[in-house]
């Protein structure tokens, strides 16, 4: 059983910054890529970054640049979001996959840009 706990979400101004965590636990050996996905309002769920076991990072159009994903171990991950903009207003959520079953989610942590 693998657990997942996002945290870091918050309200912010335009062009400000957020971190956001995800904490792993459980059965998480053998973990192959944590990725990132975002729920704007009233829209579907989109993938924003993702890091393979390897170190392979890739983002999303929308937020190069912007934001960063990066690891401490293989029980922390981090989405460092930069010069945020009213448009990155979602739910964020991390996913562990392992190739071994369907993916793990986290509940997700909610992100507001607004002045």
């Known amino acids: 059983q693998v657990k997942l706990v996002e945290s870091g979400g918050g309200l912010v101004q335009p062009g400000g910054s957020l971190r956001l965590s995800c904490a792993a636990s459980?059965?998480?050996?053998?973990?192959?890529?944590i990725d990132w996905y975002r729920q704007p309002p009233g829209k579907g769920r989109e993938l924003v970054a993702s890091?393979?076991?390897?170190?392979?990072i890739n983002y999303r159009d929308s937020v190069k640049g912007r934001f960063t994903t990066s690891r401490d171990g293989d029980n922390t991950f981090y989405l460092q979001m930069n010069s945020l903009k009213p448009e990155d207003t979602a739910v964020y959520y991390c996913?562990?996959?392992?190739?071994?079953?369907?993916?793990?989610w986290g509940q997700g942590t909610q992100v507001t840009v607004s002045s």
């Open positions: 459980g059965s998480i050996f053998g973990w192959n890529v």
């Open positions: 996913q562990l996959s392992s190739g071994k079953g369907p993916p793990y």
């Open positions: 890091i393979t076991r390897g170190g392979t």
